[in-house]
């Protein structure tokens, strides 16, 4: 064989390797990406409660259930008390054994939480936090874990953020994917986003899908607790300013929007969020849309329009649990329970004191978890399932029922 047959024969070889690889490597991505049916995913945030009875706790109607936090201490994943924590988790794995196909996992961060910026900073830092991450799931048998950032290069509640935040989180999730990936069975990534546009400005979105399983969108509190005007705080549909013309929340949005200070004119919601991701080239088998299981309270509203789109007397007065709400306000004569068909959301109006509620109720959990079926979208989330009512017809009972029909 002479030297350029040789050659020829090395070139054909390298790349038929390099072909192999690549395919192998796509089709790891598209097989984590890829559902094995058309069942919506029903993910629970889950907060352990002060008579916690993780026994009791419905898991035979999650796909997925992420217990809520642990944190960024010294750089490193952990519980601020894990002789608490760590009990506690390892008796909810200890659940499967009701629902074995239940996929067990741990959040990190949420609102307010630090030490994102700084332990995303340096590949050393990174490495460092990768490997208590690992440890941690392996410790407490675990099948994944959500990284709930609020928010990479954005300050949520005076956290530190740095422009850096933005490539510093994709070397993250890059690291997190090839860690998780080390393991013998498989193991989920996933990560808490925002439902508003300008977060997507200040993440990598096409790098960091690359990583992750599902992006879990956290459409709620699309009005949140600063506002002194009320609205829909986690609508389903898609509202345009124009349809809202008069109202004093459309003149406080007109407002943001040429100021520069929001970039979208009309109200949030989450299709509106849905359908930018989706033209933004997210799959959508990725994207994971939120359920609220609290709602947001404003007093001294006026009653016009029945309280929505108005200027309240303050801050809102506080947020909810929906097991209160069901308990206190949809018994409560006073509270008028009203409909949106444009956002396809509820809301509640006192006007005897009044008092403008936003919230989800068993129809509009069922009518998102419904959209995300015709979407062919991942599924539902939803925060969190301590917040449900214990009785019949839970918000969790009506997600569950629509998934299944």
């Not at 005007?229 to 509202?239: A, D, F, I, K, M």
């Not at 019949?392 to 009506?398: C, H, I, K, R």
Request: glycine share 8%; aromatic share 12%; with cysteine.
């Amino acid at each position: 064989m002479n030297h350029k047959t040789t050659s020829f024969l090395y070139l054909i070889i390298l790349i038929f390797t390099l072909a192999c690889t690549t395919k192998t490597s796509d089709q790891a991505v598209e097989s984590r990406h890829t559902q094995a049916n058309s069942d919506p995913v029903i993910m629970a945030y889950y907060v352990p409660e002060r008579d916690y009875q993780p026994e009791k706790i419905p898991v035979e109607k999650l796909t997925h259930i992420i217990y809520s936090f642990t944190h960024v201490i010294d750089g490193e994943m952990k519980f601020g008390r894990p002789e608490v924590g760590g009990p506690k988790l390892d008796a909810l794995v200890k659940q499967k054994e009701r629902n074995p196909d239940l996929k067990v996992m741990i959040a990190c961060g949420g609102w307010g939480a630090d030490g994102f910026s700084d332990m995303a900073l340096t590949e050393e830092s990174r490495a460092k936090f990768i490997q208590s991450a690992s440890e941690f799931i392996t410790k407490h048998k675990l099948d994944g874990m959500d990284m709930d950032w609020e928010y990479p290069a954005i300050s949520g509640a005076g956290t530190k953020a740095r422009p850096e935040d933005t490539q510093n989180f994709t070397a993250l999730m890059k690291g997190l994917r090839e860690m998780l990936d080390s393991f013998d069975s498989p193991k989920l990534l996933t990560f808490a986003s925002a439902g508003w546009k300008r977060y997507y400005d200040h993440i990598e979105l096409h790098e960091v899908m690359k990583y992750a399983d599902y992006t879990n969108v956290m459409t709620y509190d699309q009005v949140s607790g600063n506002s002194v005007y009320t609205g829909h705080h986690t609508p389903l549909g898609n509202v345009t300013a124009e349809e809202i013309a008069g109202t004093p929340f459309y003149d406080q949005l007109q407002s943001l929007y040429k100021s520069g200070r929001n970039p979208d004119a009309d109200p949030r919601s989450a299709q509106k969020i849905v359908d930018f991701l989706i033209n933004e080239g997210v799959n959508p088998k990725q994207i994971v849309i939120g359920g609220a299981f609290y709602g947001r309270a404003w007093k001294g509203v006026p009653s016009d329009n029945d309280g929505l789109y108005q200027l309240s007397g303050g801050l809102h007065i506080g947020w909810m649990a929906y097991h209160r709400i069901r308990d206190s306000y949809e018994q409560d004569s006073k509270f008028q329970r009203y409909w949106d068909d444009k956002a396809q959301a509820p809301y509640m109006y006192n006007a005897a004191d009044s008092i403008f509620l936003s919230y989800d109720d068993t129809v509009s959990v069922a009518l998102k978890t419904k959209y995300t079926m015709d979407k062919g979208l991942g599924g539902i989330m939803f925060w969190e399932l301590g917040n449900d009512t214990k009785e019949e017809g839970s918000l969790l009972d009506a997600i569950y029922k629509a998934a299944k029909e």
